[in-house]
């Protein structure tokens, strides 16, 4: 049987025998001397075969699974390879096995990359075998690892598994169904998050719970989306807002020593909801670079240019990005309608984007723009215009102007492309910081109705009782450049405030009666002070994997159609099945 | 905020100020002073009040949560506890809030084993605050973190998460379907293990995977089944039979020493499933105790016994039990139809037991029995008898007759009731043991059909492949105290072998392609040998907690209907939603 595992066989083993197993990774014959660079999940050992010996050598191709045993031997100078481990040595075979041959795969495994990504996904196995997918999830394997230790080593919490055939709740995202055959007409929901049985394990009092949990959501899926996903699921009780952060930021500062090297800041940065909007036009602002937003509100209240006094005059706002050497980069083409950043902008609700090119020079400042703007600014108006926003010239202004939430939005979006585009975002920091103080509610235009912007166990800032509509959430995101890592809050634990959530988000007590009797009831019952996070794990392994996609940190992740092209699922059932299940399939 | 865990209060603290948090457990109104038993998820500590300066403490009533600060003093000697580990102190208390009041609850918490379960499962979260729960749910997560740890420190395992929503088998036990919104007509099924991706990612070269994976079963719930269970899964590549056994001997012989302090033979006994069904009547022997079935054919062969003679005549067998001391305890009423061993018995296919009741003395042996029984013995035989079973005066001997596995499993059966009455099972052994070489397939009459005894994935015996219908499986169960802790195989890794199989079962070409094409595919790119094993972890940690069921040793059980009552899942949903996912219920 195996002695070493491919890449841990080393000078130490010299002249010493060896067994090996794994796979074919490479052969090259070399007329009398075969070579077999032989793979396993360590990684590559060289191989060197007399086919006089061993017939069988020439037979070997690529992906074969065999197993030899032989001497290590010092490789010749001129074939030392030291990006290897093991490139200082190679195995002088004496025994080798073939435990199964192998076809000749779609593509070959180190360029599967290179693949298209549907071919590798209905050859997964293959696409699993090359260094970087294998990398990705032992990353992954790590990371957890390093998390469920300093959770239950460090801080006492304790690993409570949740179910998954749930109750279906209306709020939020579309549920997975699954029809009850034993309780004919109901269904189970597959969980968005364990949020409520969490809830109640506090409420049941263990205090310190978490969880690796999978999730479900059936969306329509977006760019880099899964159906089913993985969240770290921390709750805690007898903590407020500032000590379940502290005790955050000590897992992550733990999790970024440990896996990159990386020393965050103590205390990490935070930035509220209105300044991260104001400032970044995202609640997930990316703050590796400047590009800010800037408020031209109040000069431009001062100016007759009256397409924008008139949004300013109607409640809206006027704000800008100060785009340095943008004059040249950036051509009116690409900000026309018709050009590529019109129509990202336009996609999010604005009519246009007012540009002021700066040309002349710093003594003689000259403005490029539409003549209504020119002709509204007097002399004064265009120092001060030059002063609020640092422009020189070559430099570009482009401004929004609408409602707050809009403007923010698509500038927020611009700033992001151009901060690509320009390659201003310095690539080589961590940047993490808190987004506080989120409203608890955001109007649903389509609905007509207020929703949480978390979720309606939320709980509002103690300041902020009388008027629930307006106030703001004890709540928390961990942004990391710009992406979302992780979201938590302090939840209710009273009936009373939370029935007024409810109330608010247009539930009657009917409904919330149902949906959430039990929890409402549990409250009532010597329930603590409690809050909680959660973290999108797919997505801080890809990030700290460097990966493109969370797809390639998942070992089966399915097609934006949700399906997973290797085992073909979903897949048609028989009619016995469903009839069992008390349904029909309709078709169209 | 909270110092301390109410339990961790000790002397160690005397005079020194601390703050606990919890719920008041108990309050009793001494007259001019208020004691108060607060308990945390650590246990219990008390504290000492004085309604004069602190007039709340009249309020509080029993699970208010509060949090308390105060100075830390010996108890007066004569209330001492040592029972608690804070039995030596207790808390002055110099300031008290109440976090969250509580109504009565329909139970009190230290009473709660003996409420109604239904009630227990509707306010779960106050049954979770009885001490016996909480340690259970702590003790499964020790016990995860145990597994964990020793598989990835010391055997290099990496856990991989499998997917929730995956293909629709055939095979086994009855599947949740889930229907796919945007796959019009095609459904996932919920995992009844990761078998299939398990194997698929040792094809993929991860040598050594783990999960503690969530499966799914929609079975007619047994005694104690649950439609979702917990199992740790795990698959290794390279290895044999016997080093797999031998690494899960490891495995065990560490969480039994870690767990309970036992330290287990090595290695552990093994019994073939066919020594296993002679002597026990089970694949999951208590070996506790003696009470072993004897196959007395050979002897009624020379006896003119006509029922047995034509038993064994047609190919059947006759075996029995030798009670000791079972003439008194067992009258003929329990035997005879009617009797409670009668219908044990018929309930596995007996037709009747016949009974020989040894009595006399040992110099002058009488046997009573039926006639025709009686009449056909003579005297040798009847000292041969003796001898056969080591019966004497007092005992008992139940005979059963019939096709053998029919009769193992009924003896058995028997066999296990009788033990358990008669008390002479050890409770004190832990006694673990292999069942190996398995047959293949067993008869399934209802279908008419072989079927995989453990899965179509198992290997067969090197030595058997001449006949698969009639081979031993490269199976092995680990059993404990007469129940199944675990049980795996060697795979197949072959897609030669693995078509053979398929057809064994009647699984036509054409449907093994549609169902497992992928797999038989993948074993053509360079599958490893491979094997694996599942360990039931809802019934391990059930055994080590001394629970009486799996619904004590996990967090939100589900009745034997299926149904969460606390939550109400399943439930009813939306005509729409049902639309959306192209589905109509089916009313009778």
Same mark, same amino acid.
């Given at each position: ?5 491919c890449s ?7 002249d ?10 490479r ?20 191989a060197?075969l007399?086919?006089?010996?061993l017939?069988? &050598? ?6 074969y ?12 100078a ?6 290897? *481990? ?7 075979v004496?025994?080798?096995t073939v435990?199964?041959?192998?076809k ?12 298209d ?9 293959l ?13 992954r394997?790590e990371?957890?690892k390093?998390?469920?230790r300093?959770l ?9 598994e949740?179910?998954i055939?749930t109750?279906a709740?209306?709020?939020g ?8 055959r034993v ?7 597959l969980?968005?998050?364990?949020q409520?049985y969490k ?10 719970y ?5 999730c479900f ?10 159906p089913?996903?993985t969240?770290?699921d ?11 952060m502290?005790l ?5 500062r733990?999790l970024?020593?440990k896996v990159?090297?990386?020393?965050l800041?103590n ?7 209105q300044?991260?909007?104001d ?6 602002p990316d703050?590796r670079?400047?590009l ?7 000069f ?7 397409v924008?006094a008139?949004?300013?005059s ?6 800008c990005?100060?785009?340095g050497? !943008? ?11 018709g ?7 336009a996609q ?5 984007l007012?540009?002021?090119?700066v040309?002349?020079?710093?003594q003689e400042?000259q ?12 002399a ?8 609020l926003?640092?422009?020189?010239p070559g430099?570009?202004?482009? @401004?929004?102007? !609408?409602?707050?939430?809009?403007v923010?939005?698509?500038l ?7 901060? *690509? ?7 080589s ?11 608890? @509610? ?9 929703? *949480?912007?978390?979720h309606?166990f ?12 307006? &106030? ?5 995101d961990?942004?990391w450049?710009g ?8 939840r209710i634990h ?17 409904v ?8 409402l009831?549990?409250f009532?019952?010597g329930?603590?002070?409690h809050g ?7 997505r ?13 940190v998942m ?6 159609? &949700? ?9 048609t059932?028989t ?8 349904v ?5």
């Open positions: 049987m195996r002695t070493h595992y841990h066989v080393r000078e130490t083993d010299l010493t025998v060896v067994t090996v197993a794994g796979w074919v990774d052969r090259r014959d070399h007329g009398g001397v075969v070579f077999i660079d032989l793979r396993d999940r360590s990684g590559i050992v060289q060197v007399d086919p006089q010996d017939p069988v &050598a020439s037979s070997l191709r690529s992906e699974v065999i197993e030899m045993t032989g001497l290590v031997k010092s490789r010749p001129d074939s030392v390879n030291s990006r290897l *481990a093991t490139g200082q040595i190679e195995i002088k004496q025994a080798l435990l199964n041959p192998a000749t795969p779609p593509f070959t495994i180190a360029d599967a990359a290179e693949v990504e549907k071919l590798r996904l209905v050859y997964r196995y696409d699993l075998r090359r260094a970087n997918l294998r990398e990705n999830l032992r990353l394997h990371i957890v390093l998390i469920r300093y239950e080593d460090e801080l006492e919490f304790i690993e409570i949740t179910p055939l109750k709740t209306p709020e995202a579309r549920d997975y169904l699954v029809p009850s309780n004919p007409g109901q269904w189970y929901a969980p968005q998050s364990p409520i809830q109640i394990l506090m409420v049941a009092g263990f205090d310190r978490y969880q690796i949990a999978r959501r059936d969306e329509d899926l977006r760019a880099d989306r899964q089913e996903f969240q770290l921390m709750e805690m009780s007898f903590m407020d807002q500032e000590s379940i502290a955050n930021e000590g897992l992550v733990h970024f020593q990159q090297g990386t020393t800041p205390p990490l940065p935070r930035l509220t909801y300044e991260a909007m400032r970044y036009g995202s609640d997930k703050t670079f400047g800010e937003l800037l408020d031209m509100g109040e431009f209240q001062g100016t007759k240019f009256k924008f008139s949004v300013l109607g409640g809206g706002v006027v704000k990005l100060a785009i050497g !943008g004059d040249e980069k950036i051509s009116n083409t690409r900000i026309k309608p050009g590529d950043l019109f129509n990202l902008v999010f609700g604005a009519k246009g007012a540009f002021i090119r040309r002349g020079t710093e400042i403005l490029d723009t539409i003549g209504a703007l020119k002709d509204s600014l007097s004064d108006q265009i120092s001060q215009l030059i002063q926003t640092g422009v020189k430099d570009l202004l482009l @401004f929004g102007a !609408g409602p707050r939430a809009v923010n939005e698509y927020g979006r611009l700033r992001l492309a151009l901060g *690509a585009e320009l390659g201003v975002i310095d690539e920091q961590t940047n993490l910081l808190w987004v506080t103080d989120f409203p608890m @509610f955001q109007f649903n235009a389509e609905e007509k109705r207020l929703e *949480a912007l978390h309606p939320t709980a509002p800032h103690p300041e902020d009782l009388a008027d629930l509509k307006t &106030a703001r959430a004890q709540a928390y961990l942004v450049n992406v979302e890592l992780g979201g938590g809050s302090v009273q009936r009373a405030i939370q029935e007024q959530v409810f109330t608010a988000i247009g539930l009657t007590p009917e919330a009666q149902t949906q959430f009797g039990f929890l009831e549990a009532e019952y329930a603590p002070p909680g996070i959660a973290y999108g794990l797919d801080m392994v890809m990030l700290f994997a460097g990966a493109a996609s969370i797809r390639e070992a089966f992740p399915k097609t934006q159609k &949700a399906q997973d092209l290797m085992s073909e699922a979903p897949s059932v009619p016995q099945q469903l009839a069992e299940l008390h029909r399939q309709v078709t169209k």
